[in-house]
DNA sequence: CCCTATCATACTACCACGTAGGTTTTTTGG
DNA sequence: CCAAAAAACCTACGTGGTAGTATGATAGGG
């Protein structure tokens, strides 16, 4: 009885088995985001891969545990998209807000396979699953509140100096964030005009939307 | 063999039927929210009802079947949301569109066991099962453009008029839409502080998000 | 009293997860 | 450089759960 990895992310791995798992996740993540986590057998991922489930299984225990990796991949990227211009200093509140929602839509772009199964599909499908899970989805749950918290600290902020309009703050944030996450529902990478300066187009648009409607 | 219902919708039926058969959609739909499709099993919309798989199958041919139940009614219902409203010629861009967000965000929080799976699994539960049901879908997929019509008509109108800002009309639908839709993950029915007048102003709130995010 | 709509029970077929070993490739140690 | 061990991967199943069916029971209307 071995010890998989994907759990433990920042262990020092073998680069030849972490680089192997990394492309079943990569695998699992265009399947997943192509045909619902239900509706995707591990074979269908093993096909993908043009290889058999023996391999996928030799790193991941479970299903879950490969949508897990997935979702934990996901959000460390979209940590690392926001979280250091959130943290910055020298912006005002309007600026910060832009520039966040700015990364924010590009990572979810760039990353579309990882960041469309991993945005609502958790709860449904996880919740279903065996309890032995708990950890998991406890740290899953936690870096998604550190990553809303991120906006709502700016949004209070700009309220708080007077930049924004001071209404329910909660719903501004829910606002902002379904107006870039639904972006997985309507942008298909490789689509007809998507290309780099479409996207960065895309993505200023975007937070140029969101910044009006919270300013004051 | 007999005929089922649940695809003519409109065909005259004996009211004892269509009361089952809608009983069984409501049932389905909160399943299918709380769990997801594929996760949830005819058994278990069965237990809802507390009856058996006898009296679903007897009204709906497949489980595809009532999926695409709970969709073409969602749909239905979306459409009588916003439609008398954005047919008004009396109302300006502003105030037009201010109307139909609102409506729109009130139909999602009071019908969200039927909104909730009609969004966005549409397209992978049933690209995948087979292609009897292309019929169906052709509906759907034209009351959704119909639905999405609605939007653009009005964003291009506020564009022409000098109203909206004359950027790119399709990511501003876009970005309302998602405004909006994204409600799905975060409104819960019945939650805490949940009742008729907290609707009414999330409902305003997220219209004025929305409104700002547009104007010129 | 019969007939039909309605629903329950019991059953089958099948798919997909996960496992138990075997086979090949790579690494290690002498 | 070569055996031996370990890792990586494959093949072939066992097994559980679920969609859909076939048949039987019941209840209400004409």
New interface residues.
Partial sequence: MRQPIAQGRTQKLDSKRHASAQEILDAAATAFS??????TSIDDVADVLGCTKGRIYHYFRTKGDLFIGIHLQALEWALEAVGPTAERADLGPEEKLREMVHRHAMHLMNRASYMGPA???IE??L??EGRNKDEQMARILKMRRQFEAYYATVVEEGIAAGAF?G??AN??V??V???????H??FRPGGPQDSTVERE??AA??A???V????A
Avoid at 177 to 183: A, E, F, S
């Fill in positions: 192509e045909r619902g986590y239900a509706a945005q609502y599909q449904m499908n919740a279903s309009r209404t329910d719903i501004l829910k606002a964030l379904g107006t870039i996450n639904w972006m529902v309507w187009r895309t648009e975007l140029e939307f969101a009006r409607g919270v300013v």
